[in-house]
């Protein structure tokens, strides 16, 4: 199994909702990634969990919380969004030493 | 602090045709990793090909293949016989050993039939 599987797939929600992203692998990795992205642009680092201890957060904003219940699965809670979070959101996973990232499909989050 | 940079956000290249991407980062680490990753309008990242900066020998995959030259610190790629399926943004990335992954701005490359 190389794979990276995000859920939802796509998500709408209100400024005032709370909602999760849900993202797991079943490689093995050590190592997984919040990353968000835009149209046209890089993925932008948000948040590094190594051995399920959070290790970087590029000063993100605490409307997004970040948790990894274990070393397969990874969670994004989402609360008080703006519109300007509507993007692209990717998982992806490493083996510690980050020879490759595996990224999951993404999930195309609107903020209304 | 390492930096990637892709100084062509578009190109274009014939179907069949061969085609160079450019990229070029800065790093003091001896060792670490390249990667070009592929984003079609599915936008799924797909990784097209790797090299370890301790190896000399370029790497290949099929119709990729890549020019690194560690002292230049650049690290193009190189698509072959070119198809509509190839047409997709493209990223430069590097990775040391710290977890951390560093992306280029990206280049738009069009094939046409």
């Known amino acids: 199994d190389t794979e990276v599987t995000q859920t939802p797939k796509h998500l709408v929600m209100g400024m005032t909702n709370k909602k999760s992203l849900k993202c797991e692998q079943h490689?093995?990795?050590?190592?997984m990634y919040w990353y968000k992205q835009k149209a046209k642009k890089p993925p932008e680092l948000m948040f590094v969990?190594?051995?399920?201890?959070?290790?970087i957060n590029e000063s993100v904003p605490s409307r997004f919380s970040p948790e990894c219940p274990n070393s397969s699965l990874l969670n994004l809670h989402l609360h008080a969004l703006q519109p300007e979070d509507s993007a692209l959101y990717l998982c992806a996973s490493s083996h510690p030493g980050a020879e490759e990232l595996f990224f999951g499909s993404g999930t195309q989050l609107s903020v209304l | 602090a390492q930096t990637v940079t892709q100084s062509q956000p578009e190109m274009s290249v014939q179907e069949a045709e061969t085609v160079t991407l450019s990229c070029t980062y800065d790093?003091?680490?001896?060792?670490?990793?390249l990667f070009w990753y592929k984003q079609p309008p599915s936008r799924q990242m797909i990784l097209v090909i790797r090299q370890e900066a301790y190896k000399q020998q370029n790497a290949t995959e099929n119709r990729f293949s890549v020019n690194f030259q560690k002292a230049a610190k650049s690290f193009s790629l190189k698509i072959s016989d070119s198809q509509l399926g190839d047409a997709a943004m493209y990223f430069c990335a590097f990775s040391n050993t710290g977890n951390q992954f560093y992306f280029g701005t990206g280049t738009s490359l069009t094939v046409i039939p």
């Open positions: 969990y190594s051995y399920e201890k959070l290790s």
């Open positions: 790093t003091s680490e001896s060792d670490y990793y």
């Open positions: 490689m093995g990795h050590r190592a």
